[in-house]
């Protein structure tokens, strides 16, 4: 069975910084592409950011491209989300998705972002 | 970026009929390796969402045969054959064609009547 599991969540201030992991089992994790997608609060998804198998090519949605960054370790069946200079629009779910088309969701994690 | 549209966004069904949600593109989404990359997600109240489709028309493993896709071009449908207490929800499309970004749209809210 496919699991996804998030974590990293919280609040934090304007301006400050989050790091959120997505440990994966059930499937080969070296094997897929893998996603960020968030959901703000009453909102629909929106794709965020994903990253190649090996880490090599990685794409981001533009309103977090140079704050967000992507990675992977597929040693430990990981995926990461370094999230920088965060703002209240960034306030969401985050969920951590297997494949470029979403095959399967982790439960969310839930980023406020306020003073 | 691909602009997805949905309607209509809210859908009031009753038990056992049918429904239906349309999703149009901004531009075709067929690729140039013969795919067209459109699946379709549900989201039930309080939980993650769920791949239902993929590639227009193909159901994933353990979605009841009642969810149908289907469409071409920049036209998608999907399809509730008898609407089930089940089924209750926000329903999704999202495009996989023109990437980066990959587009959602806004989404369907599926009610019982």
């Known amino acids: 069975e496919v699991q996804l599991v998030e974590s990293g969540g919280g609040l934090v201030q304007p301006g400050g910084s989050l790091r959120l992991s997505c440990a994966a089992s059930?499937?080969?994790?070296?094997?897929?592409?893998m996603t960020w997608v968030r959901q703000a609060p009453g909102k629909g998804l929106a794709w965020v950011a994903n990253?190649?198998?090996?880490?090599?090519?990685?794409y981001y949605v533009d309103s977090v491209k140079g704050r967000f960054t992507i990675s992977r370790d597929n040693a430990k069946d990981s995926l990461y989300l370094q999230m920088n200079s965060l703002r209240a629009e960034d306030t969401a779910v985050y969920y951590c998705?297997?494949?470029?088309?979403?095959?399967?969701w982790g439960q969310g994690t839930l980023v406020t972002v306020s003073s | 970026d691909v602009v997805m549209t949905q309607s209509p966004l809210s859908l009031p069904v009753t038990l056992g009929q049918p429904a239906s949600i349309s999703c149009r593109s901004s531009?075709?989404?067929?690729?140039?390796?013969?795919?067209?990359?459109l699946n379709w997600f549900q989201q039930r109240p309080g939980q993650s969402p769920r791949r239902l489709i993929y590639k227009v028309s193909n159901r994933d493993s353990g979605v009841p045969d009642r969810f149908s896709g289907s469409g071409s071009g920049t036209d998608f449908t999907l399809k509730i054959s008898r609407v089930e207490a089940e089924d209750v929800g926000v329903y999704y499309c999202?495009?996989?064609?023109?990437?980066?970004?990959?587009?959602f749209g806004q989404g369907t809210r599926l009610e019982i009547k």
């Open positions: 059930g499937f080969i994790f070296s094997s897929s592409w």
């Open positions: 999202m495009q996989g064609t023109h990437w980066p970004p990959f587009t």
């Open positions: 998705a297997r494949d470029r088309s979403g095959t399967d």
């Open positions: 531009q075709s989404l067929a690729y140039s390796d013969g795919n067209t990359y």
């Open positions: 990253i190649k198998q090996d880490g090599s090519e990685k």
